[in-house]
């Protein structure tokens, strides 16, 4: 909610990336590190590891080509499909890895509990 209302604020009120609550949404950058950080260590999988921080890295590094003015003038929406799908596109894949992943241990729980009694 808080990132679509800083969106929303953005596109409304144009001020610049340097007003209002458009800054908030550079926390879509750090927030799949973050998703890393606070993993538990027994779901911890070197592949959606690798995933999460190669998307903030990369997130990072199109933020900041487009905030310095270094992005190319002639394929600036190239690179803002790519930035929005790399941005965008590791969310549903981290929440299918997290349901995937609870649904297993679950499973293994209750198989456990089951073998106990």
Do not use: K
């Not at 001020?15 to 590190?33: E, N, Q």
């Amino acid at each position: 909610m808080i990132f679509g209302g800083a969106y929303i604020t953005a596109g409304v009120f144009h001020s610049g990336p340097m007003h209002g609550l458009y800054g908030a949404t550079m926390f879509y950058v750090v927030v799949p590190a973050f998703f890393v950080a606070e993993m538990p260590v027994s779901w911890r999988d070197s592949a959606i590891r690798h995933m999460s921080l190669a998307a903030s890295w990369l997130s990072l590094a199109y933020m900041w080509f487009m905030f310095s003015g270094l992005e190319p003038q002639s394929i600036r929406g190239l690179t803002q499909r790519i930035g929005a799908l790399i941005i965008f596109g590791w969310y549903p894949i981290a929440g299918y890895w997290l349901l995937r992943t609870t649904a297993e241990t679950a499973s293994t729980l209750a198989a456990s509990s089951a073998l106990r009694a």
